[in-house]
């Protein structure tokens, strides 16, 4: 039997903003904005290596010219241009 709290899933900006919150001075949470921008380098990187992965998933089901294209671009998008 599942409860609400099991179906529950955070929006993005929420755990920025809870990893972003997650240090404390004297006790009480502030904003890191060094926390911040750490969080939204690893969801840059994350969103682009899914990508990569998915045309490289494509890549496997079309054609050999368009799947040489879909790799080569996978790559592009991974190393971030």
């Given at each position: 039997m599942t409860t609400p709290a099991d179906d529950y899933t955070p929006t993005t900006e929420q755990v920025r903003n809870r990893h972003a919150y997650s240090r404390?001075?004297?006790g009480v949470p502030f904003h890191d904005e060094e926390f911040a921008a750490r969080f939204d380098r690893w969801l840059d990187?994350?969103?682009r290596?899914?990508?990569a992965e998915a045309l490289r998933e494509a890549a496997a089901e079309v054609?050999?010219?368009a799947a040489t294209w879909l790799?080569?671009?996978?790559s592009r998008i991974e190393a971030g241009e």
């Open positions: 404390k001075m004297n990187t994350t969103i290596q899914a990508k054609y050999p010219r790799r080569a671009r996978a």
